[in-house]
């Protein structure tokens, strides 16, 4: 989901990184706070400059809080044992990164409701200082943006629109009304498709009215939104179905393997034409020494084909191409999610046990729901 990010400092423990696309935020919020917000609350009595610095405070105070909303998500977290690999910050502002799902609907319910309320007590705690003392009128004006700005965000997460912490809590509601993940899941991700579409459309009429930074943000997350509400069901569907099954109840045994000494040419020939697979074993002799794709003859000119063997060109095993046959079948999916191959070697040892294709983990998948649904 990221790309370029960087390791700021660690938090209780977490790791608060920030992706390069954040760099737009900041950058977002500084300016409209500097040219919008501050000389209009401060009634332009102060030079430019300051204004950038005032927003330069408020975009470090935007940073702060969502830091503050996904620690309380993550503290929550790991209260019950689940693993957060970190938090970070990016376009649409921060998420606390979980590596497995919570397995009950109250722990999905207290996780996501800790940071609304989180970012809620925050926003009275700043209300409260703000009018507790007099202070300088920058100041006051800071810490009154930074006070709204948590109500906001309290306020934007608690709309029942999966992912958002709204939908999260929504979810839980009914997984535990009815003890059916997938149920809650797919009602909890629709009011999400459908908060995301009002998003968009409300984004395209701001841009009709002129308002084209304020538009093309909703028009953004709103997509941003879509995506995740869709992929989030997906995901619950795959993993539940995947969860538990070893790679070798998928796994061909007995697959069709090449010899090391034949050329491209009767590779592509008396193989890849014939069984249309794009990745082979390549065994002499009963060992493994590696495998052939599709990917590495591309490296090879068409006229090369009847000199250069399949020998020179293999790929050793490694873990990107092969697993071991306990492997998790969800592992093996990301893993090929990862490197983009549809199949992988099935090793122990130096030994090819088979092969497990991607199509045949997706076939399980639609024959598992299938009776599933069917049994429900
Ligand atoms: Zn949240």
């Known amino acids: 989901m990221f790309g370029n990010r960087i390791t700021l400092?660690?938090?209780f423990g977490?790791?608060?990184?920030?992706?390069?696309?954040?760099?737009?935020?900041?950058?977002?919020?500084?300016?409209?706070?500097?040219?919008?917000?501050?000389?209009f609350a401060l009634r332009g009595s102060y030079p430019d400059s300051f204004y950038w610095l005032l927003g330069a405070a408020g975009a470090i105070g935007l940073f702060a809080s969502i830091i503050f909303h996904e620690l309380c998500h993550s503290l929550v977290a790991r209260k019950y044992g689940l693993p957060i690999s970190g938090i970070t910050l990016f376009i649409f502002g921060g998420v606390a990164e979980m590596e497995e799902q919570p397995e009950s609907a109250r722990v999905e319910f207290l996780m996501a409701a800790a940071?609304?309320?989180?970012?809620?007590?925050?926003?009275?705690?700043?209300?409260?200082?703000?009018?507790?003392?007099?202070?300088?009128?920058?100041?006051?004006?800071v810490i009154s943006y930074l006070a709204s700005l948590n109500a906001l965000l309290a306020a934007f997460n608690l709309v029942p629109a999966f992912p958002l912490d709204g939908g999260r809590i929504l979810r839980a509601a009914l997984w535990g009304w009815k003890d059916n993940l997938r149920w809650a899941t797919k009602i909890a991700s629709q009011t999400g498709s459908i908060f995301s579409i009002a998003l968009i459309l409300w984004g395209f009429w701001a841009i009709?009215?002129?308002?084209?930074?304020?538009?093309?943000?909703?028009?953004?997350?709103?997509?941003?939104?879509?995506?995740?509400?869709?992929m989030s069901y997906q995901q619950v569907v795959v993993s539940r179905a995947l969860q538990g099954e070893p790679v070798s109840?998928?796994?061909?045994?007995?697959?069709?393997?090449?010899?090391?000494?034949?050329?491209?040419a009767e590779l592509v020939e008396d193989y890849a034409y014939r069984y249309h697979y794009k990745m082979f074993p390549v065994v002499d002799d009963g060992r493994l020494l590696g495998c052939?794709?599709?990917?590495?003859?591309?490296?090879?000119?068409?006229?090369?084909?009847?000199?250069?063997?399949?020998?020179?060109?293999?790929?050793?095993?490694?873990?990107?191409?092969?697993?071991?046959?306990?492997?998790?079948?969800m592992r093996a999916l990301a893993k090929m999610n990862q490197t983009g191959a549809s199949r992988l070697m099935v090793v122990s040892g130096e030994r090819l046990l088979g092969i497990i294709a991607l199509k045949d983990m997706l076939q399980f998948l639609s024959l598992k729901m299938e009776l599933e649904e069917n049994s429900r």
Not at 15 to 34: F, G, I, P, Y
Not at 123 to 134: N, V
Not at 208 to 230: P, Y
């Open 9 to 11: 400092f660690k938090l």
């Open 14 to 39: 977490f790791a608060v990184r920030v992706d390069a696309s954040w760099v737009v935020l900041a950058v977002l919020v500084t300016w409209s706070l500097a040219k919008g917000w501050f000389p």
């Open 115 to 141: 940071g609304p309320a989180s970012s809620f007590v925050l926003s009275l705690m700043l209300y409260g200082a703000g009018a507790a003392i007099q202070w300088p009128a920058p100041i006051a004006a």
């Open 208 to 230: 009709l009215s002129g308002n084209f930074i304020g538009g093309l943000w909703r028009v953004m997350i709103g997509m941003f939104l879509k995506r995740a509400a869709d």
């Open 249 to 264: 109840r998928f796994m061909r045994a007995d697959p069709v393997t090449v010899p090391p000494h034949i050329t491209v």
């Open 292 to 329: 052939i794709s599709t990917r590495q003859l591309k490296d090879v000119p068409r006229e090369g084909w009847g000199a250069a063997t399949v020998a020179s060109l293999l790929e050793k095993c490694s873990p990107d191409n092969s697993v071991a046959p306990e492997t998790d079948a």
